[in-house]
């Protein structure tokens, strides 16, 4: 069975720090997709990006990295020079065939001016 | 272009009585999910829906639970008898048919039960 494993529940930290947030996940199949989406206080599910099992890059987007590692079945998220604005909860997913997303619990990340 | 839609945004209603929620999915896509929020319990998955099938209902919690698909977009779910654990936010999603298609989510339908 699919399983992500969020164990950071909140993380609070001052503007311009650095965060790591941390995402683990079981699964059996060889070809899967891991996602990251944020949820601001506005409600929204915002897709923020996707990675497939067979590509192991880092990825840089602006003060957002992730990095893949198959070994430990892990798919960390960094925001580099946090702000005020980055205060929301962070989902880690995987995708089964049908593209149906199991949900880590979320990490309600805190940003203080 | 248009996103996902939802309605109502929010709705109030007595334990007993029976709701129904809408969603309007984004032009072109196939596949559609069912999700619900709820304080403590994380994002559950509900019913997903290919065209106007669903081959995984799993995650409905009881018989009072259904959900249909018109014309392969407009889907509506059904919860009759509410009752007060009910109460959460039921939010939809569609995609692009296939594994990989990233999910994108409407802005979901608070439901209350008093």
């Known amino acids: 069975a699919q399983k992500v494993t969020q164990a950071q529940t909140e993380i609070s930290v001052v503007e311009k720090e650095d965060v790591t947030l941390d995402c683990v996940y079981e699964?059996?199949?060889?070809?899967?997709?891991l996602f990251w989406y944020k949820q601001p206080p506005s409600g929204e599910l915002v897709f923020l990006i996707r990675?497939?099992?067979?590509?192991?890059q880092n990825e840089i987007s602006g003060r957002y990295s992730w990095n893949f590692q198959k070994s430990t079945s892990s798919f960390n998220f960094t925001i580099t020079a946090s702000q005020v604005v980055d205060s929301a909860v962070y989902f880690c997913?995987?995708?089964?065939?049908?593209?149906?997303?199991?949900f880590g619990r979320g990490t309600q990340l805190t940003v203080w001016p | 272009g248009a996103g996902v839609s939802q309605s109502p945004s929010n709705k109030v209603t007595e334990k007993g009585k029976d709701v129904e929620l809408r969603c309007d999915p984004i032009?072109?896509?196939?596949?559609l999910y069912w999700y619900r929020q709820s304080l403590g319990q994380g994002l559950e998955f509900l019913i997903y829906?290919?065209?106007?099938?669903?081959p995984d209902k799993s995650g409905l919690p009881s018989d009072r639970f259904s959900a249909e698909r018109t014309g392969g977009s407009v889907s509506t779910l059904t919860i009759q008898r509410t009752q007060q654990e009910d109460s959460a936010v039921y939010l939809c999603?569609?995609?692009?048919w296939g594994q990989g298609s990233p999910l994108h989510f409407g802005n979901g339908t608070r439901l209350t039960v008093t």
């Open positions: 829906f290919q065209g106007n099938s669903a």
């Open positions: 699964t059996r199949d060889t070809t899967y997709y």
């Open positions: 997913a995987l995708s089964e065939w049908t593209g149906r997303l199991y």
């Open positions: 990675r497939n099992s067979f590509d192991e």
């Open positions: 032009s072109g896509h196939t596949a």
């Open positions: 999603a569609s995609s692009l």
